[in-house]
């Protein structure tokens, strides 16, 4: 009878083992973490915890079912994650709105809609009450990621960059581990939220890194070393801007065809009204036009020719825009009249249309009248650029379309706020470059976009009270400043026409000065 017993005991004892083991271990490393802060003694959701999609969390932690709160989730690329900018308007909005709505704002750097913001709209659509939607300008790369991916072969940016095969199944990886994170964190009552509770197989599958990092570190410190000095010769080379690495005005190679434009723009379409099928009677999709800077020169002009009349075209295309900035119009009009019908043309005829009839002597390309027609004509340039690295135009059409398709669906114009101004240097100041809204421009889309939470004009933010929503000296802010700056130091050597660059990187770094001086 006693050694029965004592068999079960040591059979009972064996099963539990693991668990005692396991529970000792967690006790360890739980205390590590709270004296140490090592990641390495994190657990899964803590490690996640401490990454950003750009400004906001990876994952956010279980909603508040409050009785009266609504949950709202946000999708789009930099510019609604508020890339550049000190404040989103996903912040203003909740800012404005109060505790009774809550704003999850999912957005990221470089995600195209299609395959990307998507697949993670789709994925958390079920805990949310309300989605804004703000996207549209990383289409044409999330179409080359899928040729990349199709053709197993890499892509070739005019500057003689390579988009990968492996790049892109990177991008794409990274992506699904967001939206998992993303869900799992929504799932607080689920086994699988449990077990990434544990800090015990993060920190086994640390040691490996531990061990390269803190013991063997000494053994390759002489090899580091010089291959620091190799890589900090590269970047110091493409900082000078040698012309290989700098794009060309013209080129003669396809990079879009009006065959793939018209995929890409059906593809957002599709993508657009799966997603509205899938809501429930109760959810809102509140979509809004993107805007985009369209004061900016077209990236790359296609031309049918020879290399040596591309070569030519291309010189009198620099001599037009040098004579624009240096403000003389009519010698930049004598040029732009040579060029060939294109996206240059179009750019530089615009903005000569766009000035008619002034009476100044000089023109400033940074103070002059803008009309709301004028800047419809530039939108157009879009949809002429080589490069389609805006949102097409035919892309807002179709979001403006969508008014009255359904009542679940809220069509937002942002752009007519943006178009109202009657000076170029208002304008300019709502973005912080080609593209990404300037804090001002970021209160015009949360302005924009009140009215569909039923709020009144009375509860639109003022344009002066706007330094009050944020802390423009933050930590945040500083950091969105420099992330802005850096883009410029690394665009400014193969931009083929910079001067606008060169008027937003000043304003950062003047920024940056008031707050670091």
Wanted: one cysteine or more; aromatic letters at 12%; hydrophobic letters at 35%.
């Amino acid at each position: 009878m006693l050694k029965i017993k004592t068999s079960h005991f040591y059979f009972a004892l064996s099963l539990l083992s693991p668990l005692i083991v396991l529970g000792a271990a967690e006790i360890v490393l739980f205390f590590a973490y709270q004296s140490t802060g090592k990641h390495f003694f994190q657990n899964t959701l803590e490690s996640r915890s401490t990454h950003k999609l750009d400004r906001t969390s990876l994952s956010y932690l279980p909603l508040d079912s409050k009785l009266g709160t609504t949950s709202v989730a946000v999708f789009g690329g930099s510019s609604a994650a508020g890339y550049g900018s000190e404040i989103s308007f996903s912040d203003l909005l909740q800012k404005q709105l109060g505790d009774s709505f809550v704003f999850h704002n999912y957005s990221r750097s470089g995600n195209p809609f299609v395959g990307y913001q998507s697949k993670k709209l789709k994925a958390l659509l079920p805990y949310y009450d309300v989605i804004i939607l703000y996207s549209g300008h990383n289409e044409g790369i999330g179409y080359l990621h899928k040729k990349v991916a199709d053709n197993q072969t890499s892509f070739v940016w005019p500057n003689g960059k390579e988009l990968t095969l492996q790049d892109v199944r990177s991008y794409s990886k990274r992506t699904d581990w967001e939206i998992n994170s993303a869900v799992d964190a929504q799932n607080s009552g689920s086994l699988k939220h449990f077990l990434l509770r544990l800090r015990t197989p993060v920190f086994v599958s640390s040691i490996p890194h531990i061990i390269k990092h803190k013991f063997l570190s000494n053994s390759f410190s002489a090899m580091s070393i010089s291959d620091s000095v190799s890589s900090n010769s590269e970047v110091v080379d493409s900082a000078n801007g040698h012309s290989d690495l700098r794009y060309p005005f013209d080129t003669s190679d396809i990079y879009f065809s009006d065959y793939e434009r018209k995929y890409i723009l059906n593809s957002f379409k599709a993508e657009i009204q799966n997603i509205i099928s899938l809501l429930s009677p109760t959810q809102k999709l509140i979509i809004v036009t993107p805007v985009a800077n369209d004061l900016y020169p077209p990236y790359l002009n296609y031309l049918n020719e020879s290399n040596d009349k591309i070569l030519n075209h291309s010189s009198i295309t620099s001599f037009a825009y040098k004579s624009l900035f240096k403000g003389d119009l009519a010698l930049s009009k004598i040029y732009t009249d040579q060029l060939s019908e294109g996206a240059h043309k179009y750019y530089l005829s615009s903005i000569h249309d766009c000035n008619y009839g002034s009476s100044s002597s000089r023109f400033d390309f940074y103070d002059f009248r803008l009309t709301p027609a004028c800047l419809k004509k530039l939108a157009l340039v879009r949809d002429k650029d080589a490069l389609s690295m805006r949102v097409l135009t035919p892309v807002n059409e179709f979001i403006l379309s969508l008014q009255n398709y359904s009542e679940n669906v809220i069509v937002i114009n942002a752009i007519d706020s943006f178009q109202a101004v009657q000076k170029s240097t208002r304008y300019l100041d709502n973005f912080v470059d080609i593209l990404h809204p300037s804090a001002n421009g970021h209160l015009l889309i949360a302005n924009s976009i009140l009215p569909a939470f039923n709020a009144s004009s009375s509860d639109f933010i003022n344009s002066k009270s706007l330094a009050s929503y944020y802390d423009q000296c933050s930590p945040d802010s500083i950091q969105q400043i420099k992330v802005n700056r850096g883009w410029f130091n690394a665009f400014l050597p193969i931009s083929s026409v910079p001067n606008v660059h060169h008027h937003y990187l000043e304003k950062a770094s003047h920024k940056l000065s008031k707050c670091e001086g």
